[in-house]
């Protein structure tokens, strides 16, 4: 709605996140990992313009062409 959330709202759905993250990660069949050379991106302090331009500087590390 183009409105900052809630501090509340936003402590209520990392938690959830957070609790999907551990079921996934924890389950006895098939558990979520991230691949052995998976890069990892801290996007907490980014905005979407800076989170974009780091994955396409990531992508053109990796990709010849």
């Known amino acids: 709605t ?3 959330p809630e501090p509340a709202a936003l ?3 990392a938690a959830r996140l ?3 993250d551990h079921a996934d990660a924890t389950r006895p069949v098939a558990p979520l990992a991230p691949a052995a050379d998976a890069v990892r991106l801290d ?4 905005t979407l313009a800076q989170q ?4 396409v500087a990531l992508a053109r ?3 010849p062409g």
């Open 2 to 4: 183009g409105r900052d």
């Open 11 to 13: 402590e209520r759905e």
């Open 18 to 20: 957070g609790a999907r």
């Open 43 to 46: 996007t907490t302090r980014l």
């Open 52 to 55: 974009v331009d780091r994955i």
């Open 61 to 63: 590390e990796r990709v």
